[in-house]
């Protein structure tokens, strides 16, 4: 006779999602503010609006993203706490580029099978990213899915809501040539290129010291995704308009930066003007990589690229010289982008 | 010399995540509203909140959630025009047990290697989902992950928000021993439990007609996650008044019921009171599956768990007879579920 089946035998644990349950509840509920009114053990998430009801005009901003095969980098370092910062930072930028300020964070992991130890590691990462920008941890979910996720490997998927008030969303209109463009940058590959940078990497020591890198290859590969809340919050605060901001994700800037330039203008960038970090040149060399291809897969030192008139990026500049970068200037043209000194 | 490596090379292909996007469009747009001030091609979805300015006291409540191995059920008969209404139907009774009705949902899909017909068919499925219960599709992503995922097979995640005003927020207050349980049925496994029944079923015929299933196993197993929303909503606006709602998922109702039991109440269930759709009993008997682990695995049958006083559970069942079963009672108890005629 055939074995009694069982859901374990098939591969999923509920007694692990219960353990995970219980080991991640203190980390989750150090994010709470009062607002929440219900979060863990809830069917969904309750989080209390009266901010929005003191707007003139609230309007909520929204986005989901992961943090790509930034995973596996972690996965072989056996490295998980940082993963929640890139992935709630990601998350964060894609908003602030529209002006707003994050409300509350859902998080989704998934494997074949789940391993609590790293489970527990991720979403700590995660609820401490979110505390640091004052955001709460409103809900989650796990997932057991043999036969979907390859063995040992799994996937960190977040979405978060913000809230800005409508006159205030950043839209990019008003861009025009002449205008300068200003640049914080990334510390590294944030979330975007990793299959590349991996595979050209793969066969390397990733552990010692490199002088190249300043760091060994993992340590520059794991940096995390910089959130820049608050940075253009300064600017912001000491009165300086930002007209548009891109955030330099997937796609690079090629595919970023015209996502804000109202028809009629380009944009110039010239490369030299900021530091890009050591850990491109490293990819580019070992993997013969095209330098337009490198723009089109990495932020390549961009993090986030802002557009100011001429006067208020001489003022910002005076403000953070430390951390802005003068990188270009906006030009008449068909929402392109150029980048003097390529190759 | 080394070949130039490419991210193409590397698995990730930037042109098909834009042929997905050009694909989507029509479909993703159809879902806006008025509320809408950006969303595809911005970094994050733009929702004008004014609704909730009108609101005495708004509670935003917010889920996340896949749709577990259904997707390989999906793969198998390669029919993916209803698995985005099992995505958002789940999102939507998650929300709908807190009183919530849903505002926006975004979606996120992720793959070794992205196909775009099947994508763009998931993607049509998740907006028809939305359009149909007057929720906002206002963002999403797409990410290649070769060596995460295994070759050929994709994860679907999804997020809900929602509002409710606070006082109508149903969190089981008020429910006592002697009120009655009354369920809306599942239409099948919705999606749960798919990794044991597809353990159980792997090596049968898929495609035929079975007398014992009025349907062949494929379209037992793909039967969609019903949407509860219209009948709780008809319910309501007759003035009855619901004290507690369960949405029975993972973990069925051992671990959903006991979420809205206050302290000193115990849920009893009459097994034989509701229909089981034919499909768990094909699982059990294959499977050799023990009684109470279907239960813990399965919903079998109870869609949507309703807490009601003995009067209000009558004017219910009298308006809703062919759609509404009473399946038991509150007694005194420790927070547990017993489910009579169980073995």
Redesign the interface.
Known sequence: ???????A????H?DI?QEILNRIAGAVRSTYRSEV??GL??????????A??A?A??????????V??K??VAARLGRWETIGYDLVHHCVN??L??G?RP??F???I?AARLEPDVVVRVVESVAAACRAVGCVL????T????????PG???L?G??????E?HR?R?GRGIQPGDSLLALPSSGLHTN?Y??A???LEDLDWESFMLELGASIGEALLAPHRCYLEPIRMLEEAGIEIKGL??IT??GVF??LP?ILPPGTAAVLHRGAWPEPPIFSLIQRL????AG?MF??FNMGLGIIMILDPEAAERALALRPEELFHVGEIVAGDRSVHIQGLT
């Open positions: 006779m055939k074995p009694a089946e069982s859901y035998r098939a591969g999923v509920l999602a009114i219900a053990g809830a069917f969904a998430g309750l989080y209390r609006a009266d929005l009801k707007m005009e609230p309007v909520l901003v929204a986005s989901t993203d992961g790509g095969t995973l596996k894609d908003i580029v529209h707003a409300l509350f859902l998080d989704y998934a409103l809900g989650g979910e997932a057991e899915m043999p036969g979907i996720y390859m490997e799994l996937d998927v979405t978060i809501v913000g809230v800005v409508r969303i839209d290129g299959s590349l991996r595979k050209v891109a955030h997937g796609g595919e970023n996502r993997g013969h990589v095209d291809e089109r897969v």
